[in-house]
């Protein structure tokens, strides 16, 4: 057990947990950025309000979640511990720095930018995760009605709801009622507050600075490296790192401006 | 051509230490970093003044003791060179110069430019050798079958020559891509291999005890390498280590 504990512990067996918790991270920005296109379906906030529901209540999903918490924050402080502690294996800094001829930027700046991301995840968490999970978010009812075979959904009140009702009487065959907590709506007045969607494209951008090296890293870090698969890794993570960041900042921007 | 130089000068290991401005007048193009440096010494000797130590040897790029920082860069503005290889046909007329030690808190400076790479020769100590029977009856390397690709990747490891270039570019003063290009010397060839587990493990965790950073992958250390040592050496060293990890005896 010590031995397993010197091994992690090591600048190697750290950086390998860096990696995983990092790749996690990436296949959970995947599924968040799925959900939050939902925002977009027409059912008056249905699947996405079904999904924050699905999202917290789940008990497999439960357990997914804990471990992205810990992800988060592993990743978050043993990096920020990392920083600082490289920083103190140059206790006298050079006069004339030289990083600019032989290394990229993000490189050399994943803990700022990772500490503007961890702000943002904080506020973030707070907006929209706390509210939901213990503040009083009011609810929204649905009915979902099965027409001519097919399940559709809509809000259980309002005119459009009644106009519906009027035009397909008779053709219902079955209802159910269901009741979610409208993070849909909390999203959408947020969303309308021009600085927290400013502070949110600025925070994609780091995102997108932070994966495009971070992605390529963690495969380093792993040891997965060889010619015939590089280049390979490198485009992939650039890809990522520039189409997801894109995905998440262009849904406060699309909502703000229309 | 003219230049202003301006350089750290450190008495002792404990001294503060700060930049002394030295103007230079009639440099040749032609001249080596290192010979623009004896003419300044012999200047400075000549006004009675203590001469810049700085630490030099084969001056032919073999031996990697010319450590140095200039402007920012270690080894100088060139690739692919060390400091004694670099020549003043690289600057211009009117430059300003920045010379500095290499910087790391496991090089300590002991005087004016030169540093202790001690901590190299312990990691090397650590588990950087191959045991082997010397009473005469070694056996020949060569009746030993080897990849020709392996034999290409080891020896382009071993061009390392342990000059530290990797650790002064390194942001975080990492010393990775000198310990994976000695783990991946020895690991890819059959003498090697028989050590392979315990080596790595120790060679890393002695290059932790001696103070040096973690590795960001930032590639300033292959970018700075007067040898050209590839980061893929220290993908290696990283599925050596976890390899060890799950295999080691200890
Ligand atoms: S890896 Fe390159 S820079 Fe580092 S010690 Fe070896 S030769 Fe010098
Ligand atoms: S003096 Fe030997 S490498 Fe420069």
């Given at each position: 057990m010590s031995n397993l504990f010197k091994i992690f512990n090591s600048s190697t067996g750290q950086k390998v947990i860096m990696a995983l918790t990092g790749l996690f991270l990436c296949v959970f920005l995947v599924v968040h950025l799925m959900g939050n296109l939902q925002l977009f379906k027409h059912d008056d906030g249905f699947a996405f309000n079904h999904y924050s529901q699905f999202m917290t209540g789940n008990p497999l999903i439960k357990i997914v979640s804990y471990i992205t918490y810990f992800a988060i924050l592993y990743h978050a402080f043993k990096g920020l511990i990392m920083t600082m502690n490289n920083r103190k294996a140059r206790p006298v800094k050079y006069q004339v720095d030289g990083g600019w001829a032989n290394s990229h930027w993000t490189s050399r700046n994943m803990g700022i930018l990772g500490t503007v991301l961890l702000v943002f995840i904080v506020i973030h968490m707070i907006d929209f995760w706390y509210e939901f999970k213990f503040g009083n978010l009011p609810t929204k009812k649905y009915i979902q009605y099965d027409i001519g075979g097919e399940l559709k959904n809509m809000e259980f009140s309002g005119e459009k709801f009644q106009a519906r009702v009027k035009a397909s009487l008779g053709q219902i065959n079955d209802f159910t009622t269901l009741e979610y907590k409208d993070l849909y709506k909390e999203v959408y007045a947020t969303f309308d507050k021009w600085w927290y969607v400013l502070l949110y494209t600025i925070s994609m951008f780091a995102v997108a600075f932070h994966l495009w090296h971070g992605f390529k890293s963690a495969f380093q870090s792993l040891g997965i490296s060889h010619p015939a698969w590089n280049k390979t890794i490198k485009l992939v993570g650039y890809g990522f790192a520039v189409i997801v960041p894109l995905g998440f900042a262009l849904i406060p921007l699309i909502i703000f401006f229309s | 051509m003219n230049l202003t130089l301006k350089i750290w000068r450190q008495k002792s290991p404990d001294d503060k230490g700060g930049m002394v401005t030295y103007p230079m007048k009639d440099v040749e193009s032609h001249m080596s970093f290192l010979e623009m440096l004896d003419v300044l010494n012999n200047d400075l000797i000549t006004k009675g003044e203590e001469p810049v130590a700085f630490d030099h040897d084969c001056r032919e790029g073999i031996c990697g003791t010319c450590s140095m920082v200039i402007n920012g860069r270690p080894h100088g503005p060139d690739s692919a060179i060390t400091t004694c290889q670099l020549h003043m046909?690289?600057?211009?007329?009117?430059?300003?110069?920045?010379?500095?030690?290499?910087?790391?808190?496991?090089?300590?400076?002991?005087?004016?430019?030169?540093?202790?790479?001690?901590?190299?020769?312990?990691?090397?100590?650590?588990?950087?050798?191959?045991?082997?029977?010397t009473s005469g009856n070694t056996?020949?390397?060569?009746?030993?079958?080897?990849?020709?690709?392996?034999?290409?990747?080891?020896?382009?490891?071993?061009?390392?020559?342990?000059?530290?270039?990797?650790?002064?570019?390194?942001?975080?003063?990492?010393?990775?891509?000198?310990?994976?290009?000695?783990?991946?010397?020895?690991?890819?060839?059959?003498?090697?291999?028989?050590?392979?587990?315990?080596?790595?493990?120790?060679?890393?965790?002695?290059?932790?005890?001696?103070?040096?950073?973690?590795?960001?992958?930032?590639?300033?250390?292959?970018?700075?390498?007067?040898?050209?040592?590839?980061?893929?050496?220290?993908?290696?060293?990283?599925?050596?280590?976890?390899?060890?990890?799950?295999?080691?005896?200890?």
């Open positions: - | 046909r690289k600057f211009n007329d009117g430059d300003t110069i920045h010379i500095e030690p290499f910087r790391a808190k496991s090089f300590p400076v002991l005087k004016d430019l030169t540093v202790d790479r001690g901590a190299f020769e312990r990691i090397m100590q650590a588990g950087g050798f191959i045991s082997v029977n056996i020949d390397a060569n009746t030993i079958p080897i990849r020709k690709d392996h034999a290409d990747m080891a020896f382009d490891a071993a061009t390392c020559i342990g000059c530290g270039a990797c650790v002064a570019a390194c942001k975080n003063s990492s010393a990775m891509l000198f310990v994976s290009a000695k783990v991946s010397q020895l690991a890819l060839l059959p003498q090697g291999h028989t050590e392979r587990t315990e080596r790595v493990l120790k060679m890393v965790h002695q290059m932790d005890a001696e103070g040096f950073g973690t590795c960001s992958n930032t590639g300033a250390c292959a970018a700075e390498c007067p040898k050209e040592i590839s980061l893929d050496n220290i993908a290696r060293l990283n599925r050596e280590y976890l390899r060890a990890s799950f295999v080691s005896g200890e």
